[in-house]
Nanobody, 127 residues
Framework: EVQLVESGGTLVQAGGSLRLSCAAS????????IGWWRQAPGKEREWVSC????????YYVDSVKGRFAISSDNRKNTVYLQMNSLKPEDTAVYYC????????????????????WGQGTQVTVSS
């Protein structure tokens, strides 16, 4: 059974930090990139960051560059999103998803290319 399980979301004050985890199982982790997405109330789901399991390349949306860091522990099939200097506008449900790795292009920014999704974890940043 394929599973992506997010954890680590909670209420935090602005300027604080959180680390989200995405534990994957049931598929060939090394053949996929893991992306983090978020959805705020009344807004569309937004791509945040991605890491390729095979080569470790990382990508970020401009709004989180310098504040968020994505990493992967391939022994545990787990991807982490370290979020620092959190802002109220980071408030959202955060989802991780698995997308088959491609050789070029911004495939990881297309939600239609994702095979699997987690259930999401709520992050709330208070001002």
């Amino acid at each position: 059974e394929v599973q992506l399980v997010e954890s680590g979301g909670t209420l935090v004050q602005a300027g604080g930090s959180l680390r989200l985890s995405c534990a994957a199982s049931g598929f060939s982790f090394e053949d996929y990139a893991i992306g983090w997405w978020r959805q705020a109330p009344g807004k569309e789901r937004e791509w945040v960051s991605c890491i390729s399991s095979s080569d470790g390349f990382t990508y970020y949306v401009d709004s989180v560059k310098g504040r968020f860091a994505i990493s992967s522990d391939n022994r545990k099939n787990t991807v982490y999103l370290q979020m620092n200097s959190l802002k109220p506008e980071d408030t959202a449900v955060y989802y991780c998803g698995a997308v088959p790795t491609e050789n070029s292009g911004h495939y990881y920014q297309d939600p239609r290319k994702y095979d699997y999704w987690g259930q999401g974890t709520q992050v709330t940043v208070s001002s």
